[in-house]
């Protein structure tokens, strides 16, 4: 297996900009989580999904931040408009609900976002 | 879900035994002890896991107190490439139990 893949790895985009992040999780997994990394605030879970429905979307910090699962194999993240505050590290991680205590999330590699 | 703490940094020499600790006074019964790992910029990478018997996998073994209240990450032989930020995670059962990570421990293996 590939893995947690996220795309695109680096982003840099301007102010006031839409941004889009991708994630295809793991197949088979049937939860899908997305955090964000900053230096102060380290990583925070802003939304995560159950068999591609949206079950806590506590974390996410704005109505400017949305998430999608269209089928589950997908996910997108979407900012809009960015701020340079958004700049960070957002992680996608995969889990199976059969195996979630045994091997626990597996996470992608990030989309280094950096908004000027 | 419980809380835990950590100290912000500890270093061991490569080769040596790596013994990472994690208080979590506050656990309650049907909480898992997890452990991940983020080596510089790359995503979290899960270790181990445990409820109250001591673990052991390719990568680590987790001591857990009998009281639950601290656990031990170690790592018997480290080396450089165990240089990374480890995180002591309490989780419930549930499914919709969610991953919450502290501040974690930055671990420096040295030469």
């Known amino acids: 297996d590939a893995g947690v893949i996220q795309s695109p790895r680096h982003e840099v985009t301007e102010m006031g900009q839409e941004v889009t992040l991708r994630c295809k999780p793991i197949?088979?997994?049937?939860?899908l989580f997305w955090y964000r990394q900053t230096m102060m605030r380290g990583l925070e879970l802003l939304i995560y999904?159950?068999?591609?429905?949206?079950?806590?979307d506590s974390g996410m910090p704005e109505d400017r931040f949305s998430a999608k699962m269209p089928n589950a194999s997908f996910s997108t993240l979407k900012i809009q408009p960015s701020e340079p505050r958004d700049s960070a590290v957002y992680f996608c991680?995969?889990?199976?609900?059969?195996?979630?205590?045994?091997?626990?999330?597996?996470f992608g590699s990030g989309t280094r976002l950096t908004v000027v | 879900d419980a809380k835990t703490t950590q100290p912000p940094s500890m270093d061991c020499a490569e080769g040596r035994a790596a013994n990472l600790p994690c208080n979590h006074s506050?656990?309650?019964?049907?909480?898992?002890v997890y452990w991940y790992r983020q080596i510089h910029s790359q995503g979290p990478q899960y270790i181990i896991h445990?409820?109250?018997n001591n673990e052991t996998n390719e990568m680590a073994s987790l001591i857990i107190t009998e009281d639950r209240k601290s656990s031990t990450l170690i790592l018997p032989h480290a080396t450089l490439r165990d240089t990374a930020v480890y995180y002591c995670?309490?989780?419930?059962?549930?499914?919709?139990?969610?991953?919450?990570f502290g501040t974690g421990t930055r671990l420096q293996v040295t030469l």
């Open positions: 991680a995969s889990s199976s609900s059969s195996g979630q205590t045994r091997y626990g999330y597996t």
């Open positions: 197949s088979g997994h049937d939860y």
């Open positions: 999904f159950n068999n591609n429905v949206p079950i806590d």
């Open positions: 506050t656990i309650s019964g049907n909480e898992y």
């Open positions: 445990g409820l109250k």
């Open positions: 995670i309490v989780r419930g059962t549930g499914t919709a139990s969610k991953l919450t």
